[in-house]
């Protein structure tokens, strides 16, 4: 059963353009350098969310299953993730590893979203 890795970053304050580029690029290319990431979901904060805390920018990573994260921790396109994060990402990320056990799809209804269970890890 595939693992949602969801990292929440807060951005250093001085990072230009160019560092936030690179470091998108970085996240972008983890799936087809680790054979174990199947995909890749990222987009832009909504302005004005309430709940969003102060966190910047959310990456979810849907790994095969739960015994393959030691490697994807290990893999030398990760460590080349990591190292360009640190010149971007301000102290720790937030990380969570979900189980999706159910989604509702509720566009019929004429709402354009999904309603996912998790279980968190």
Request: include cysteine; proline fraction near 4%.
């Amino acid at each position: 059963m595939p693992i949602y890795h969801i990292v929440l970053v807060k951005f250093n304050k001085d990072s230009t353009a160019k560092q936030l580029q690179e470091w998108r690029d970085a996240a972008a290319a983890l799936p087809s350098k680790i054979p174990s990431v199947q995909k890749l979901i990222t987009g832009e904060k909504v302005p004005g969310n309430q709940f969003g805390g102060d966190w910047d920018d959310c990456l979810i990573y849907i790994v095969d299953n739960r015994s393959d994260l030691p490697g994807y921790a290990i893999h030398e396109a990760h460590q080349a993730y990591l190292k360009i994060a640190a010149t971007v990402v301000q102290g720790d990320a937030c990380i969570l590893l979900c189980r999706i056990l159910s989604v509702t799809d509720i566009s019929a209804a004429g709402k354009d979203r999904q309603i996912f269970d998790l279980e968190v890890q």
